[in-house]
Every structure is written in structure tokens, then in C-alpha cells.
């Protein structure tokens, strides 16, 4: 799961465990997906916790470029408040997706209603926009396609 801090727009991807490897594959997809060029602007930098699918030379080195391709910044262990965005959208993914249950047992097209849901929800902090149509200003701002798919 990535959040989008500045709008919000969540991102989730299904992943086959919680390796190093297997977020820099996700990451290595979308950069090939969108170009080099525009995942440095749209992912500035990252934020993560401690966890140990987050290796931060695996996370910002660009396999097309071999360049940095982003910033990784880590938050003090057990305070998720640093990252109180995040926690609050898996609060909200957590109204379709019960903690506990088996993430196998939802279908890709589970996890993409629960995004959509997620990113079409609007939002009393953004005067009830909603996270899509600000992030697609922002891409626009940014002179980036709106109709792009990050997998």
C-alpha cells in the first residue's frame, strides 16, 4: 500500500510476500510503466517505516537509469504518527478488507473497487474533493497524462 501524501491517492498493489526484493520489483514496475522521468516527479521521496520489505538503496536506485530515482526517509520505530496519513487510509482500507482475513481470498477486482472506493471518497479536509481529482490536477500541473495506470 502507498499513499500519495499531498492528495491522499492510494495505491495497492498485491504482492507475493513482505521482501525488499518484491517492493523494489512493484516500484521497478511502475518506473518502467510511467518513465524514469516522470516517477521522479511524481515520488519525490518515500516515506517507510522499519519494516524489512523497505531497503532504501533498493528503493532509490533506478534500474533503467542506474541513477537515484527518488529520496527514502525512515520513521523513529513504533511511531506511526510520522506517517499519519498512511495509517489512516489502512484504517479506511480496513471498512473492505477485514484485518486477519487472508489477503489471497480477495480477487484483484476486490482490491481494485476497494482502491477506487478509497480514491473516490471525498474528503471534508479537501472540501470534499476527492483524492483522484486532486491528484489528476496534480499530474496535469506537472505535465504528466492523467490516464496513466501504475501497474
Not at 507475493?16 to 521521496?45: C, P, V, Y
Not at 537509469?65 to 510520522?82: A, I, L, M, Q
Amino acid at each position: 500500500v502507498f499513499t500519495e501524501r499531498k492528495t491522499n491517492m492510494e495505491l495497492i498493489f498485491r504482492a507475493a510476500d513482505k521482501t525488499a526484493m518484491t517492493t523494489q520489483r512493484i516500484l521497478n514496475r511502475m518506473e518502467h510503466r510511467l518513465g524514469s522521468r516522470n516517477f521522479r516527479k511524481i515520488f519525490q521521496s518515500i516515506t517507510c517505516d522499519n519494516g524489512c520489505e523497505f531497503n532504501s538503496d533498493l528503493i532509490e536506485t533506478s534500474p533503467i537509469t542506474g541513477k537515484k530515482r527518488t529520496d527514502v526517509y525512515f520513521c523513529h520505530p513504533f511511531c506511526s504518527s510520522e506517517r499519519g496519513s498512511n495509517e489512516k487510509q489502512n484504517q479506511m482500507i480496513r471498512r473492505k478488507i477485514q484485518k486477519g482475513t487472508r489477503i489471497e481470498s480477495y480477487t484483484d477486482a476486490d482490491l481494485k473497487n476497494c482502491c477506487d472506493w478509497l480514491n473516490d471518497y471525498p474528503r471534508k479536509k479537501y472540501n470534499y474533493a476527492t483524492s483522484r481529482e486532486l491528484f489528476n490536477a496534480e499530474l496535469k500541473k506537472l505535465g504528466i497524462s492523467t490516464n496513466i495506470k501504475f501497474l
